[in-house]
């Protein structure tokens, strides 16, 4: 026997009328987000069977229920979460899903001051913010800005709605003890100061959604499959539930993104004496800068040089943000003084770089016969670049073993440097042997 809910909120035959064919998809457009470290997915399901040893065992009934991934690493940036009921189901659940993973982003933002100064004091001085509580959002604005109804509602009008009418705190607009649907969703409680403030707040940040498949949930779940957070409890305080790997769910989710937007510079706020910003892992020295383009963190490798630039680290001209972690997958390219030795290796296979041709691999073939007759310059390349990409995990190892600093992106870089010098290695090999036979016939020619 299931536990049965009378609604929810989730209308899938919305949510189909709802999509549209300029849509981002995930994988089909690059996107990033500010709070990407912690990033999850919004996505629907039934809700709920009852649960054995635990654990929500999967189901056959129609989904009508959004949630996101419980990550159980960032569990200090979550929101407290609030039950979505009065005397009667609000019906809001969407709503809520969203609201739920933008705050969990801005919390991560706030505590790795990522948001800038005079955002984060907005935030707290507008009231979504507070120390205790966290990012708090109101959940009945952006129900009500999409249309819910007594069915729920589709995932992409809340969403779209958050993103062009923006958000307000939950202080201004609250649930209250005891309210209907009716109550809960009358608009005529919206006033225009709320209007202003949630158009205020998409001059602030911006707020985009990905559409991710079914088959990549696994990328946003916190390597759990499947915990999950929504608005009803288990216990009092517990909105954390345990699914079954292969429980029911939609086939498709949003990811959600969020960044600052850049304010209108104003005299003595913001300009050339602004500082940059750097980033560390919380209990490593190593620098690294964040690219306005890719959104990755660069390692600055050759800090003399970087700082003859710039100025101290220890000065004014710079904010240290210490983080939590970086990711492997967030880190760039390293940052590389000219001089240094893997810029030069560099520069030199990219000197060398050429073609190679029929003739040139018949007499390196003919002059070290042990090659063998199919030996050809571009494919022992392609074989070494393999090789060196294959055995990545090991030089990392390797190099941190004796304190050098080797990241995917450096190796893929040197890798690609190499099959470009082995190539061209081979060109000037075989135009050698080509100069040295036709001075060999020249000195060998009888008067």
Excluded at 86 to 113: H, L, P, S, T, W
Excluded at 324 to 341: H, Q
Aim: proline residues 4%.
């Amino acid at each position: 026997m299931e536990h049965e809910f009378d609604g929810l909120g989730f209308n899938p035959e919305q949510e189909k009328l709802d999509e549209s064919d300029k849509d981002w998809h995930f994988g089909a457009v690059t996107v990033v987000g500010l709070a990407d470290r912690v990033k999850g997915v919004v996505i629907a399901l039934y809700a709920w069977s009852f649960p054995k040893n635990g654990v929500y065992p999967r189901v056959e009934h129609r989904i009508n229920h959004v949630v996101i991934f419980w990550q159980k690493k960032f569990q200090t940036v979550f929101p407290k979460g609030e039950i979505q009921k009065g005397v009667q189901d609000f019906m809001d659940c969407v709503a809520r899903g969203f609201n739920n993973e933008i705050e969990k982003q801005m919390n991560y933002c706030i505590a790795n001051k990522l948001f800038s100064t005079e955002f984060t004091e907005w935030l707290v001085g507008k009231g979504y913010y507070h120390p205790e509580n966290g990012v708090e959002l109101s959940d009945r604005f952006p129900a009500m800005n999409s249309n819910t109804t007594r069915s729920g509602n589709s995932m992409k009008a809340p969403i779209e709605a958050i993103r062009t009418m923006g958000s307000i705190p939950k202080h201004m607009l609250p649930k209250e003890e005891g309210m209907t649907w009716a109550q809960y969703h009358d608009k005529s409680k919206i006033t225009q100061e709320m209007v202003d403030l949630g158009k205020e707040f998409t001059e602030w940040m911006k707020v985009n959604y990905v559409y991710v498949p079914r088959a990549d949930f696994g990328l946003f779940s916190g390597g759990t499959k499947w915990d999950i957070f929504d608005n009803y409890i288990e216990k009092v305080g517990d909105f954390i539930k345990r699914l079954a790997i292969d429980y029911k769910m939609w086939y498709r989710g949003y990811q959600v993104l969020i960044n600052e937007l850049p304010q209108e510079q104003k005299p003595g706020e913001k300009g050339e004496d602004e500082m940059l910003k750097l980033y560390k892992r919380r209990g490593n020295p190593r620098i690294y800068q964040k690219g306005l383009g890719d959104g990755l963190y660069h390692h600055i490798i050759n800090e003399p040089v970087f700082q003859g630039l710039y100025g101290d680290f220890n000065s004014n001209n710079f904010e240290i943000v210490d983080l939590d972690d970086i990711l492997e997958s967030e880190i760039g390219f390293t940052i590389y003084n000219k001089e240094s030795l893997i810029m030069i290796i560099l520069n030199l296979f990219k000197g060398l770089k050429g073609k190679t041709n029929m003739g040139i691999q018949k007499r390196m073939t003919k002059a070290v016969p042990k090659l063998g007759s199919s030996v050809n310059p571009e494919k022992v390349a392609a074989t070494v670049k393999g090789a060196i990409l294959a055995s990545a995990t090991i030089i990392i190892a390797f190099g941190g073993y004796f304190g050098v600093t080797i990241n995917l992106a450096d190796l893929n870089t040197i890798a690609g440097s190499l099959q470009n010098g082995i190539t061209a290695a081979g060109v000037v090999y075989g135009c050698l042997l080509t100069l040295f036979g036709a001075v060999r016939k020249i000195a060998n020619r009888k008067p």
